[in-house]
């Protein structure tokens, strides 16, 4: 198994395992290493398996900072992608006003999966795959997606199969598309009061089956034979779902753990 791991911890508890000091959550195993609050996010978590897409640019074209600039303690951050100087959060800043890609009206600040030697990482649906995560929504106008499994190669779709959504009420919702053509069916799955800490699994298995757990509660959904000739990849971050003319409106989220496996 192969797995890509971004770790850190809202610490309470200091153990040291091998010579390294580790930061956890009381009662939570020690798996998390320590987050330096004054450190970028690339000093703190192995950005080498993402890209950064900011909700900045020219129209329909947003920039996209590379993993090779985001690496590192003095790697990239700015007032969209930073170290949340209290706890050490990876945090991502999406504004209602911002610029969108060419098939969105949403503004986002959103890691994309990528594999190690630079590529773009598009994998088929066989074996098993998944996204796990810790995170808050520290403030969201409306709604907020915080992971997704997109659709790659495979056609003209650029549909996601799968996202994951936060609404300013608490509810937390997941999307399942219908088609590569579109139409998305949503599923209550879970409720977290706004800036509490949850945390979720995302994963595919057997080819055809979507499998997700919201703070230890799993379900699972079948995936329409029409996207079987797609390959997939992870997302996650702030994807805004909600747009004005407003710059300090938007949805601003913070991660503690993020760990992509495929197997």
């Not at 003095?74 to 706890?87: E, L, W």
């Not at 050490?88 to 800043?93: E, L, P, S, Y």
């Not at 003209?156 to 139409?183: C, F, H, M, Q």
């Amino acid at each position: 198994m192969r797995i890509r791991t971004l770790l850190t911890a809202l610490a309470t508890v200091t153990t040291v395992i091998g010579g390294l000091a580790l930061a956890v959550p009381a009662g939570a195993s020690p798996t998390a290493t320590f987050a330096d609050p004054s450190k970028a996010p690339g000093g703190n978590f192995d950005l080498s398996v993402w890209q950064l897409q900011e909700p900045v640019g020219s129209p329909g074209k947003p920039t996209t900072i590379p993993s090779s600039r985001l690496q590192g303690a003095s790697g990239f951050q700015d007032d969209y992608f930073y170290t949340d100087k209290r706890d050490g959060a990876m945090t991502f800043w999406a504004p209602e006003k911002g610029v969108t890609t060419p098939n969105s009206n949403y503004a986002r600040s959103e890691l994309r999966e990528m594999n190690r030697n630079g590529s773009a990482a598009d994998w088929s649906l066989s074996g098993s795959h998944k996204l796990q995560a810790t995170l808050r929504v520290v403030s969201v106008t409306k709604n907020v997606c915080v992971g997704q499994i997109h659709l790659g190669s495979g056609g003209s779709s650029t549909k996601p199969l799968v996202e994951l959504y936060y609404r300013a009420n608490g509810d937390i919702v997941l999307g399942t598309e219908n088609s590569p053509d579109g139409g998305q069916t949503l599923h209550d799955v879970g409720h977290v009061s706004i800036g509490k800490t949850w945390n979720y699994t995302i994963g595919v298995s057997g080819g055809n089956t979507i499998d997700l757990t919201v703070n230890g509660s799993t379900t699972h959904y079948n995936i329409p034979s029409s996207f079987f000739q797609y390959k997939q990849y992870f997302k996650a971050g702030s994807y805004n779902q909600s747009s004005s003319e407003s710059t300090t409106n938007g949805a601003r989220v913070g991660f503690y753990g993020l760990t992509v496996s495929h197997g």
